[in-house]
């Protein structure tokens, strides 16, 4: 059966219930129908356009903000694309055995060869060496690439040898 045929059988049941009842049932059956359908069209089609406004307008607020936080970022990264960074001091011997005794310590020897230098200390502490070698990665971008550290019977002393390296500046 095709789609008019449906229909048309669909309208002759309708017409034929309608036709059963008196004029009021009629009135209170079209009002009915009316109702259910403004609901079904107000679930459907106006509720969620109030609810989207409703939610869009909570967050335009949040978006201004941030669309102005990401253009100061971007005013800043142009501002600081245009500076080039300053030049890496390479690390001397001198330099180191400065920033060791700047931190209250004494190497027993430094070895530098081309970018790596050794550095071994004895009764020492901890704490210091790790400061020392937070400010050597700040500064100078001076890494550690092996480490032996060996606790002493003291609390906080140890016995240390590190091979650092500072890469080029390119």
Known sequence: MNLTGMLDQSRQSISELLEARDARERTMLAVAALVGTLGL???LLIDPALTG??????????????????????????ELSGKSAAPLITMSKV?????????????????LTGDYAK????????GSTLNWLDELQKSARISVIEANIVALAQ???VNATFTLHQPRNE
């Open 41 to 43: 069209a107000y679930i």
């Open 53 to 78: 406004r409703d939610q869009l307008n909570k967050d335009l607020p949040v978006q201004r903000q941030q669309v102005a936080q990401m253009q100061q970022l971007s005013k800043e990264t142009a």
């Open 95 to 111: 330099d180191i055995e400065t920033d060791l005794a700047r931190n209250g310590l004494k190497a027993q020897s430094v070895i």
């Open 119 to 126: 550095v071994q200390l004895a009764a020492v502490s901890f």
């Open 155 to 157: 609390p906080d002393t």
